[in-house]
């Protein structure tokens, strides 16, 4: 009788906190505001025309998400904004978001991209992530293990985008970690998407691949064409040397992935919070509250947020070659 009463007790709770954890998720959701169509980036990099079915929330409002949601430490030019599905939202619990940044390394050459074995590459850079792993343990974090390609690294030599994927495992997590990597050359950088995901949405990322490659569009004197050996820096990196690129350069970036993930379980963690709360002692984890954005501050930084009067807002963009 005792058990059926506790049992009950659980499902009454349970439906409750879920309900209160669903209200917390649409309150933050409504935080941001996304837009569609033609996008100015920052510094006249260029533009991005976000695809149908795909929205974009712009860098103060992505920083925000980066900081004071999924709690990685701020740094400059964290992000250029977030491209992700029309009907999901940052708190979704399936899905992912792509994080748009511009690393101004210089011109990067292609002349390597036919001669790389990715498998030779990939039995090396598992190797190096091993060797660094108790580093990593030290300060804090966990081992991690490149478990390997889950999709192969794939260089569009005529639109001048190199694209690839690793699945990693973060320590003991039973979900491993999907790493979507996409490189858009130019002639003084490359504007770089991350997908943030995991491996059970790999196909909902792949399907959508097509679509994110043909986003960007260079102004004048930033396409890779337009490179002049005379005057340009040339990169350290290679075709092969954005692939082979540490797993930890930025630290932040694999705590955002573990972070965003964690909050994406909440629901199910809440679910269980007011019983652990009476017999366990322990603190109920809450939902970041986040205060309405301040647009001002947006212009005044030059965040891109502007559109070019939603041009192409809902044309059809041709597919890439499948991986």
Known sequence: MIKSFFSLLLVLFTGVTFAQNQSRIDSVEKLF?????????????????V?????????????????????????????LGFILPEEQGILADHGYVFNLEYDEIGYVKDDDADEINYDELL???????EETNAERVKQGYPPI???????????????HILHWAKNIKFGNDSLNTLNY????LGRKGVLVLNAIATMNDLNMVKAGIPNVLNIVNFSEGFKYTDFDPKIDNVAAWTIGGLVAGK????????????????????????????VKKKFFGKKEE?????????????????????????VNENTERPNDEKQ
């Open 247 to 274: 797993i930890l350069a930025k630290v932040g970036f694999f705590a955002l992935l573990l972070k965003f993930w964690k909050i994406l379980a909440f629901g199910v963690v809440a679910a269980f919070s007011f």
């Open 33 to 49: 505001t996304y837009q569609h169509g033609t996008i100015k980036l920052r510094n006249g990099i260029g533009t991005i025309t």
């Open 51 to 79: 695809p149908k079915g795909f929205k974009y929330l712009e860098p103060v409002q992505a920083e925000r998400v980066l900081t004071e949601i999924w709690h990685n430490p701020k740094s400059e030019n964290m992000s």
């Open 145 to 159: 293990s490149l478990v390997g390609w889950a999709a192969k690294p794939y260089y569009d030599a005529n639109r």
């Open 123 to 129: 039995t090396n850079m598992q190797k190096e992530t």
């Open 286 to 310: 809450e939902l970041p509250l986040l205060q309405e954005p301040d647009n001002s501050t947006a212009d005044d930084n030059e965040s891109g947020k502007e559109t070019a009067d939603n």
């Open 181 to 184: 990597n996409v490189r858009i």
